[in-house]
């Protein structure tokens, strides 16, 4: 995905920081305005967000619609809520992963097994796209808490860095 930005934003880095940002928050493009659902996003906000004058979000979104390989892109993304911060206001908890690498692959199926074999019901798994994150992670809510048992098993799945439960 980097690349694919990289070669319309390589010469242009404050419309690369619009685009890494709609990217990140699933922000899509249509229309020559950028919505969140159906939900159209000001320029202004945008900027602010960003940290670019408002003028910059419209070259963006002009170079993203002139583009097919970015308004293919941009048009097609959806944000998704993310439960992380809501779990425990319900009794859910939620586990955050860090991998040793996360392009490695397997992680999350081995994770899910312990969760399963602990007969804990998943709400939502996320996982950051290491292409877009610096730092990407995994996130898991469950429906109860995880019992204290659980977590060295999910800390010796393959892959696992480290574990930070919320």
């Not at 425990?88 to 860090?98: Q, T």
């Not at 898991?140 to 480290?162: H, W």
């Amino acid at each position: 995905m980097w690349l694919l930005l990289s070669e319309y934003f390589g010469r242009y880095p404050s419309q690369g920081k619009v685009a890494r940002l709609l990217l990140s928050l699933g922000l899509n493009v249509k229309n020559g305005r950028v919505h969140c659902g159906d939900i159209e996003i000001a320029d202004i906000a945008l900027a602010r967000a960003a940290g670019v004058d408002r003028r910059i979000v419209r070259s963006t979104i002009e170079t993203i619609e002139a583009e097919k390989a970015l308004h293919d892109v941009f048009a097609a993304l959806h944000s998704t809520a993310m439960l992380r911060d809501v779990a425990p206001v319900l009794g859910w908890s939620c586990i955050e992963i860090v991998p040793t690498d996360a392009h490695s692959s397997g992680i999350l199926a081995e994770i899910m097994g312990v969760i399963a074999e602990g007969g804990i019901s998943v709400r939502q798994a996320l996982v950051d796209d290491p292409l877009l994150m610096e730092e990407p992670r995994l996130f898991i809510i469950t429906e109860s808490t995880v019992p204290p048992e659980i977590l060295p098993r999910i800390k010796a799945c393959r892959g696992v860095k480290s574990i930070v439960l919320h």
